[in-house]
């Protein structure tokens, strides 16, 4: 049911980039964050109905757009959401930029965990306010909070940026954590902006949207997606889910500045139908994930390749522990690149605490995964 898809020659930034990305166009690419995998097919007909249709203007969210997120709020996560706190946007990374700009001044911190998704911090810097890092602590190949540091920053803080379930590590916070998070920031005045893109593809664990914390609801921002759940997200639809009126209209004039205020037509479309017919294939898209996280985990460790795998509980990118490599940040982006022939993304653009990490996409049949594992144990025999 799931397999590679040439995606080659399509413009694709993870394949067609690669030579500018790595130098290099001779490898497999497993870094951006999508998948190799055909998109379900209800979106596939629910897209190919509409492009029939010869015109493509201007395009209104239509009623079933709101409903569909609804209905999948309530069915996925048990979040119950009003129709008039969903605010369309073009991308979870722009709705991210509007809301620091929107609720934030220059000069003003905002907090980050890193290491992180690098639109975080580079957005935060780009519109001159203060990046303000509560580090994740990493401890016996497990990430977790240092709460006393965040309580500390959050005194002097405007924002906190919250990545749930988190990239890279791929932590899936548990509800005790971010009760902590909300009552620190309700102390400080913090305003939580959540981007919960990966919510779908969680594993053993349940993902607790921010918004359904009653205390919390009327003073944070949810970004989401179904770009990452249901690979689609060069149709560029997203939306923000803002039940605070106030907040929703200072976000709504900061983002209608961008001029970005029309629809994708073939992304809703795909929206609609991903959230009412898709959660068959999400399912199965689970199960095939978690199979090639196993094997990757069960492989390095049955080869006796020191890469230590952090455990991978959201998400289809796997953040890996490559210190025991015992090689610099130079020497390890060439053992990847250029002797096992593969393309990750650098853990050091995650900021400086990835420093000896890699991120690995796994989403892609079981074969190519099989074949990359084999690049890098026959990589890692030749230098020992």
């Not at 997120?69 to 008039?84: G, L, T, Y």
């Not at 779908?200 to 921002?221: L, M, P, Q, W």
Request: some cysteine; charged content about 25%.
């Amino acid at each position: 049911m799931f397999e590679s898809v040439s995606r080659l020659g399509t413009h694709s930034t993870k394949w067609d980039e690669s030579k500018k990305k790595f130098g290099t166009d001779d490898l497999i690419p497993l870094w951006v964050a999508d998948m190799d995998l055909a998109s379900p097919r209800c979106v596939q007909e629910a897209i190919y109905e509409r492009a029939i249709h010869p015109i493509y203007g201007y395009t209104i969210y239509p009623y079933a757009y709101y409903e569909a997120i609804q209905n999948w709020m309530k069915e996925r996560f048990d979040f119950s959401i009003e129709k008039e706190w969903i605010v369309p946007c073009y991308g979870v990374v722009p709705s991210l930029n509007f809301a620091i700009t929107a609720f934030s001044k220059e000069g003003d911190s905002i907090i980050v965990q890193t290491p992180l998704y690098p639109p975080f911090v580079n957005s935060i810097k780009a519109k001159n306010r203060v990046v303000v890092d509560n580090t994740l602590c990493y401890e016996n190949g497990v990430y977790t909070i240092d709460f006393e540091d965040f309580r500390q920053k959050a005194k002097k803080a405007k924002l906190f940026l919250l990545c749930s379930p988190h990239n890279p590590t791929s932590r899936v916070w548990e509800k005790d954590e971010l009760e902590q998070i909300i009552d620190i920031c309700l102390e400080n005045n913090v305003l939580i902006i959540s981007d919960e893109i990966h919510a779908d593809i969680v594993y053993d664990k349940v993902h607790s949207i921010i918004g359904s914390f009653t205390k919390i609801s009327k003073h944070c921002v949810i970004l989401n997606a179904p770009s990452k759940t249901f690979n689609i997200a060069g149709l560029n639809t997203s939306y923000a889910i803002i039940p605070n009126k106030k907040i929703r209209n200072e976000y709504r004039i900061e983002q209608n500045k961008s001029g970005i205020t029309n629809g994708n037509p073939f992304g809703i479309e795909a929206l609609i139908s991903a959230y009412s017919n898709g959660e068959v294939w999400l399912e199965a898209l689970k199960i095939h994930l978690k199979k090639n996280i196993i094997y990757v985990r069960d492989y390095l460790s049955r080869e006796n390749i020191p890469i230590v795998v952090v455990p991978t509980e959201a998400t289809f990118l796997m953040w890996l522990d490559c210190k025991g490599l015992g090689l610099n940040k130079k020497d390890l982006v060439n053992f990847f690149v250029n002797e096992s022939k593969l393309g990750l993304n650098n853990g050091l653009d995650f900021g400086q605490e990835g420093e000896g990490f890699m991120r690995l996409n796994i989403a892609t049949s079981k074969e190519l995964l099989e074949e990359s594992m084999y690049k890098i144990s026959q990589a890692y025999r030749r230098k020992n």
